[in-house]
């Protein structure tokens, strides 16, 4: 029975699988992301995060039947470029070829977001859809399509949800432009908005949390803590988030009219339920056929997802080469 | 050689075609569509519109290969059901058997935006795509989408691009929500909002050029008008449709990432390429993948298009039958 490996590349974190023929996981690591170095450093710290599941797992690498890997930038084959969330990573990093010559396996690359809704769709909350939205709320706010049981990419960068308008000339977003959903419901952006209105003579205990928790930025938990102590500036920005994502994921269902949406990433996974019922109530009055709204479900797979995603990118690949 | 025959029925006129099997045009024929009785009374125009011509192609409908129509509303076979732009066509009716008994041929129903976007795809402006996204600039702002070659249609209610929300807590629609694009773009908001200002003393020619033109309403005719004039209301009410309209495609196009946009309806139509240009331009800055925007154009087979893409409807019948 072949086993195979997973490797989800966040900004943030590392997070690795392995997984047997059924997807259960048989282990499982993560690793801080490298913040600085390059490219090579961050696929060593993959190598090691990999081979830290495998240990649990009680198994070699080598011995696997594949990993895939979930990536952010531009991925051309086995190379990866303009991951521009990762330490120097502007240029094509032979990413595939280093892994596998490190780690004595076959390895395939995916888009990230893609890889994580290709997970919730074979595996976790969008089992009974043919079609379904990703919506992945964390330090930004990354979409994934399925449309007729099949990814939708469109000419290799569909999906990119955070950057539906959902106010001309409204907040600066990280990506530069102006109103995009992220620039109010991305975890970055919050922190930004945070900090601007503390400076402004705003009350929070979110940054002492922060300190308390030694962390440098606002995680998805130290948010979920503020909340939990009713942080009236938390609660606000985070009121902010949930209409702008009403709105963005509504715009998204009017064109795409999808039977389902997932909400994963950090903030999606930790907020859980009654977040993405929130978000639902919040669609609700832009949703054009507002008789029948999609299913919103929180992604099943949890934190895992994009990791378990990323390892049936080998198995798919297995299932190619028995069909051809 | 069978001919077909197409039906375009909109809010306000009904427009008929004859096709050959090239899909030229042997004739054509319009009509206003009645604005009272009830659908057995558009239904009895339409048949004497496609009468109209037939008669100016030179041939019976008795002998057409069959008729197909664009249609607004929820299509369920042969029925049409909350056709709300129609006068009392709230409930269902049987629009394909009455039109059959009348014209003596084989009548085929279809979404009034998706026929128009299949003919762009196939015969007009979509041709070198293998997806697009057509955006209908009238009364409202309608939408339909190619993917992979094929019509997405989702659970029937995709592409309703005119209710992106573009700001939230924005205008108010014609459909009863706020900030939708169509809010700012469509027709008849425009329109609504032009007796707005005038309300509160602005001027403008665009009432009385109506009234010249012995209209009832501000036709996409009398916005042309208005612009070659250098009407300062117009120009402004324009611009902000633009600006709507940029962000609002601008959006469709981040989730889909299409290769290319048609630009059609009365206003797309009539205003043309310039205004092609303009759309494309307000899109710009809100494009994630901006190094790359999709192809916009003007809908090339103008007017006529949902009357050719309905006629396609029994086209495609007959290709199915024949390979069944």
Avoid at 196 to 203: A, D, F, P, S
């Amino acid at each position: 029975m072949a086993m195979h490996g997973g490797i989800d590349l966040g900004g943030t974190k590392i997070q690795t699988v392995i997984v047997d023929e059924d997807h259960s996981v048989l282990g499982s690591a993560r690793r801080p992301t490298p913040t600085s170095g390059g490219p090579a450093d961050v696929a060593a710290e993959m190598e090691a995060a990999l081979r830290d599941a495998a240990k649990a797992a009680e198994l070699e690498p080598e011995t696997l039947g594949g990993v895939g890997v979930g990536s952010p930038g531009t991925i051309d084959g086995g190379n990866v470029t303009s991951a521009r969330n990762l330490p120097d990573w502007e240029g094509s990093f032979a990413l595939a070829p280093t892994l596998e010559d490190g780690l004595g396996c076959k390895v395939r690359l995916g888009n990230d977001v893609q890889v994580a809704t290709d997970a919730e769709f074979k595996l976790g909350a969008g089992r009974l859809y043919s079609s379904l939205l990703g919506v992945f709320w964390g330090t930004g706010v990354g979409g994934g399509l399925i449309l007729d049981g099949k990814p939708w990419t469109g000419r290799g960068a569909a999906g990119e949800i955070g950057h539906i308008v959902v106010e001309i000339d409204g907040a600066r977003c990280t990506c530069g432009r102006r109103g995009c959903m992220e620039a109010y419901a991305g975890r970055a952006a919050m922190e930004g908005h945070v900090s601007q209105l503390v400076e402004k003579g705003r009350k929070t205990d979110l940054f002492k949390l922060m300190q308390e928790r030694d962390r440098t930025r606002l995680t998805s938990g130290i948010w979920a803590r503020a909340l939990d102590r009713g942080d009236k500036l938390a609660i606000h920005v985070l009121d902010r988030a949930v209409r702008a994502l009403g709105a963005g994921i509504a715009s998204a269902v009017n064109v795409l009219d999808v039977e389902g949406v997932i909400i994963g990433g950090g903030l999606g996974i930790r907020l859980g339920h009654p977040y993405a019922k929130r978000i639902s109530e919040a669609m609700q009055p832009h949703l054009f056929a507002d008789f029948r709204p999609p299913h919103v479900h929180v992604a099943a797979l949890g934190d895992l997802g994009g990791a378990i995603g990323a390892a049936l990118l080998v198995e798919d690949d297995r299932a190619a080469a028995a069909t051809a």
